[in-house]
């Protein structure tokens, strides 16, 4: 899919943030850095802001980026917008919150996916989350992924198109 064309229809073309993410978000939650990893137009990335969160979002959608930028900057949101293939995204810094939504389905393959899972993981510092919402199809692989990884890893939130996953061991 030509996301920016999407995007160029106009803001919301993804709708609104699904209610698992709202309620994680709307809980009672320190202040904290989130990465919105395939942010699109930032309906996430905006969220978390709003909700005081410090957020980056990467996304390969020049047009998506800039219409999140020009959101956060309308409404005085901390928000840094970063136009980036998601598997080639790199930081040094590491993140409480980092989202996934519904970004593993569009990799070209079960491999790309695990690459995607890995890079949410090793931006994730103990004690912070991984949020992921994907299509069904990729539960068992979502899944088995974060179960392979007893002791450092615990599923805080398990359905059949969500994962939520703390970070218990590691840095």
Known sequence: MDYDTHYRKGRGQCGDPFPEFRAFFEGDRPRSRVLDLGCGQGRDALLAARHGHEVVG????????????????????????????????????????????RVLHLLLDDDERLAGLGLAARLTRKGGHVLIADVPKNRALIHDYFDARPGAWEVVKRTKSFLFARRIRGS
Request: proline share 0%; net charge negative; hydrophobic share 45%.
């Open 58 to 101: 990467v996304d390969l959608s020049e047009i998506g980026i800039s219409q999140m930028v020009e959101d956060a900057e309308a409404e005085g949101l901390e928000v840094t917008g970063i136009v980036s293939d998601v598997l080639s995204f790199r930081s040094r810094r590491k993140f409480d919150v980092v989202l996934l939504d």
